[in-house]
């Protein structure tokens, strides 16, 4: 910073403030013009590819490996391999034992994380421009050469097996793993990632090694870079840490499989419970579906924000909960529609009562209005700049472009596309897409306190579920 | 790096500071008061939360929701409240800076006219709902009360949690809530920061507009109020868990007191990360924990550091508690290393860079100018706070360590599996937990 940006304190404003109209808000000015980020892109030999985004406006770089690989890759039986294989990438590498790397990146003050889901893993490094080339190298130890060595194998394991046995604890998360499984059963996304006990007590460190060799591969892979950096530089660093990154013969990718057809209203029983976890929804559409963009819309005025009708409704009308939301989980196959909502017990009935009818309510019975409509679009569009602030949002943001084979002009697409929709468009997608007759109720609830009110749901009666099931 | 600001005081008191970063067309409206649950008393909590609540529930000339009209104009807007302060931001597109302005100012000079029974009786019920699902119906969810109130005096402005107590939300009336407005939630009590696409010859202006005929209330007084501990305080209670749980706690520096940064850094290399001594011993070698943590909580009047530690399945908090007294003991007599020091100074100092990345939300640079400027009077603090960091010596954090992590001195807490009290730290007597 030069010394013309030096703070300047304590100045008391001379002369009279001009007088304001508090009659009305103020409209808006028209919109500052914003560049959505340039991406460019190289390939190494092995198959890599190498996108980098220049943002040199702060001295930090991000660096994000994609790997289209995730929970839905996981081998029959083996729920949870994918997940416990991306936790065995920093547990060593070369010489180094799993603390050692972890005391490489702290030296680098880096912010290290991997994360999974259904249909990719990545592992995000971002450190000070300075530590770049030394960062780059570990995060090739960690993807391409890790030690999986047994006894890590068999500590991080347990640490898992552990963390599973916490979750029972959390009726959120109970319900989660519950309502994939109602909805997808056997289905590669009818598991979360963490997957289950028996799975993973039958897994074996060759399983993961297995894993690693077939799935984690040069080929399935975008490392993206963001920051203060150039990219033939990054290109370099790159060829460097990753060069030795061996294609393997070709893996099995996610298949689509059978999905049960589950009951309208189960509950697991949470005896004393002060709130109802509820799950309401049921496998919708996946990313690459035309409706995409009016889906997005429809779901925002549904569910996607604060003014949503399920939240105005259950919250700031009924006061039954800190918050309601819907989404539409989009994935590369067909993902779920689901509206979760946590109640106080005495209301899960009325909870789901109304839900279910602004669910309803939006295909047909009740169209969006113009003025909720034209909030839903602005609310999608006009802050849409606030995602590229930051090297990590970026990042992210050119992450989705390589996980879901998007153009390069996708952002530039993006508010267009979203302006364009109308009101016939909303209820045309949520007719598609959205059908009342086929959602599944999961509750995770008091059952003694809230099982005779379910009767007048007119759901047939509840399927009880044990805890323990999923 | 820097973080460069103007600030401005104006006639009614209202502090306002100033940042252009051109890097997105957008703009961070942040808006600290001077007010958190430690301005509340016993019988009366929750109160500085709930306002948050019904801060968004509309004004005199809004007297509707305020998320409509700034998401229709493209902004994210949120709101928080610690025991020390209440923020109000927004994050809105350069052209919307009027409008978020128009409703800030508002809602701080005049909010009481749209404040209704009946929104207040809905927030309330929001609220009861925010405490079930983040304390009540969490695993573990009711630690923070136990450990405060064990912690402070009962006539301690930290002796209870934000939330508020659940008796006391349902006693309050509307005109204690009005009064409670009055006094802390006007111009001479706040800070106002706007980071981001702005011209400041423009933004100005356009802020004395809309803020400074806005009255003054009375300046608000310091709050005082201290707490020792003169032994080891043991409780336990029981909750719907899996797996036994231990907090010790201690008393430790306020926020950018001498101390402050030394417990910081190292509760870090003692509890945080897979390179921190007790991640090591705990749950990589010895295996009877599944994960540990700590912090150096700092507030304005006081801090405090804890230690959590989950026992892993077949091992005790008995067992958990002699190995984190062994490494403390250790730390405190030999201090740390020299790779432990280099590696917590180029921690900080990334951490403070990368918050320089974002100008609005919670702890971007609009926050972080306003948190200087409240509680120090100082908003150009950003390099003397990384210097805090910088200047901590082996010595320093030895002797910190040694001095306020005493095992004769603090709080320990075990929350434990229903019927499974024996899995819990000895000799602790059960907490009263609501």
């Known amino acids: 910073m030069s010394a013309s940006d030096a703070t300047s304190v304590d100045m008391t404003p001379s002369g009279t403030a001009r007088p304001v109209d508090r009659s009305r808000l103020p409209e808006p000015g028209p919109a500052r013009p914003f560049a959505f980020p340039a991406i460019e892109k190289s390939t190494l030999p092995n198959g890599l590819r190498v996108w980098t985004v220049r943002h040199p406006q702060v001295p930090v770089i991000a660096f994000d490996l994609l790997v289209r690989r995730g929970a839905s890759a996981d081998p029959a039986g083996k729920d949870g391999l994918a997940a416990l294989t991306a936790d065995m990438l920093d547990e060593g590498s070369g010489g180094r034992t799993a603390i050692e790397i972890h005391e490489a990146l702290a030296r680098l003050g880096a912010q290290f994380d991997t994360d999974i889901g259904s249909d990719a893993l990545s592992v995000s490094v971002t450190v000070l421009s300075r530590f770049a080339g030394r960062a780059l190298t570990l995060l090739g130890d960690v993807v391409a050469r890790p030690a999986m060595r047994e006894e890590d194998f068999v500590r991080v394991r347990q640490l898992r097996l552990h963390r599973l046995t916490q979750l029972r604890d959390m009726p959120g998360v109970v319900a989660d793993r519950a309502f994939l499984k109602l909805l997808y059963g056997s289905h590669p996304y009818g598991h979360s990632p963490i997957g289950s006990e028996a799975a993973l007590a039958s897994m074996t460190v060759d399983d993961v090694r297995a894993f690693h060799a077939m799935s984690i591969r040069p080929s399935a892979a975008t490392l993206v870079a963001v920051g203060d950096c150039d990219h033939a530089a990054v290109v370099r660093m790159a060829g460097d840490a990753f060069g030795g990154w061996e294609e393997a013969a070709s893996d099995v990718a996610a298949s689509d499989g059978a999905m049960p057809a589950a009951a309208s209203l189960n509950i697991i029983p949470r005896p004393n419970a002060p709130q109802s976890e509820l799950r309401i929804g049921h496998v919708a559409v996946p990313r690459d579906t035309p409706d995409y963009h009016a889906l997005l819309v429809a779901n925002t005025i549904l569910g996607g924000q604060f003014v949503s009708r399920i939240n105005l409704n259950l919250r700031e009308d009924k006061g039954f909960t800190y918050g309601a939301r819907t989404a539409f989980e989009f994935r590369r196959l067909p993902g779920p529609f689901v509206l979760q909502v946590s109640v106080q017990t005495s209301a899960t009935a009325r909870a789901i009562e109304e839900s279910i009818g602004e669910i309803a309510g939006i295909r047909g019975p009740r169209p969006v209005t113009a003025e909720e409509l034209e909030l839903g679009i602005a609310a999608l569009t006009r802050g849409y700049a606030r995602n590229f602030e930051t090297a990590d949002q970026i990042a992210r943001a050119v992450m989705q472009l390589a996980l879901f084979d998007l153009p390069d002009d996708y952002f530039a697409e993006f508010v267009p596309a979203v302006a364009q929709i109308s009101a016939d468009d909303v209820s045309r997608v949520m007719a598609r897409h959205v059908d009342p007759a086929r959602l599944t109720t999961l509750i995770v609830g008091d059952l003694d306190v809230v099982g005779a009110d379910l009767d007048a749901l007119g759901l047939g009666a509840p399927v009880v579920l044990p805890a323990d099931a999923f | ?434």
């Open chain 2, 1 to 434: 790096m820097t973080l460069s600001f103007t600030k401005y005081t104006l006639a009614n008191g209202l502090d306002v500071l100033l940042h252009e970063d051109h890097t997105c067309p957008i703009v961070a409206i942040n808006l600290w008061y001077h007010v958190g649950s430690k301005n509340e008393r016993p019988g009366h909590t929750g109160f500085a939360h709930l306002f948050e609540h019904l801060m968004f529930e509309g004004s005199q000339h809004h007297d509707r929701g305020y998320f409509q009209p700034l998401q229709g104009a493209g902004a994210t807007l949120n709101g928080s409240t610690n025991a020390d302060r209440t923020n109000y931001w927004e994050v809105v597109p350069s052209n919307a800076l009027e409008l978020a302005l128009w409703m800030e100012s508002d809602r701080m000079g005049y909010l009481l006219p749209a404040l209704t029974d009946a929104k207040f009786s809905n927030q309330r019920d929001v609220v009861l709902n925010e405490r079930r699902q983040n304390y009540e119906n969490r695993p573990y969810g009711l630690a923070p009360m136990a450990l405060l109130a064990a912690l402070f005096p009962s006539d301690h402005p930290y002796h209870w949690t934000t939330i508020g107590e659940v008796a006391d939300l349902h006693a309050v009336r509307l005109d204690e809530v009005q009064a409670f407005f009055r006094r802390y939630y006007h111009p001479a009590n706040a800070s106002l920061a706007l980071a981001g696409d702005i011209d400041p010859d423009e933004a100005l202006p356009m802020v004395r507009a809309y803020f400074e005929d806005l009255e003054p209330g009375d300046r608000v007084d310091p709050v005082d109020a201290s707490a020792s501990l003169s032994g080891d305080t043991r409780i336990f209670f029981e909750d719907r868990v899996e797996l036994p749980r231990l907090y010790m706690a201690w008393l430790t520096p306020a926020m950018f007191a001498a101390g402050d940064a030394e417990l910081d850094l190292g509760t870090d290399l003692l509890a945080n990360g897979k390179t921190s001594r007790l991640y090591r011993r705990l749950v990589f070698d010895e295996r009877i924990a599944t994960d540990v943590s700590a912090a150096q909580n700092s507030r304005e009047i006081a801090g405090y550091a804890q230690i959590t530690a989950t026992a892993a399945p077949g091992h005790t908090l008995a067992e958990i508690e002699r190995a984190i007294l062994e490494e403390i003991a250790r730390l405190a007599a030999a201090g740390p290393t020299e790779d432990e020091m280099e590696r917590g100074r180029v921690q900080a100092e990334s951490q403070f860079i990368f918050r320089l990345q974002t100008v609005g939300g919670f702890g971007g640079k609009s926050d972080q100018l306003n948190a200087y400027n409240m509680f120090l009077g100082d908003p150009a603090y950003f390099d003397r706070d990384l210097a805090r960091y910088r200047d901590v010596t082996n010595i320093s954090l030895q002797q910190a360590i040694a001095r306020y992590l005493a095992p004769s001195r603090r709080v320990t807490l075990s929350i434990v599996p229903r019927g499974r009290v024996a899995l819990g730290a000895s000799d602790s007597q059960p907490a009263v937990v609501s």
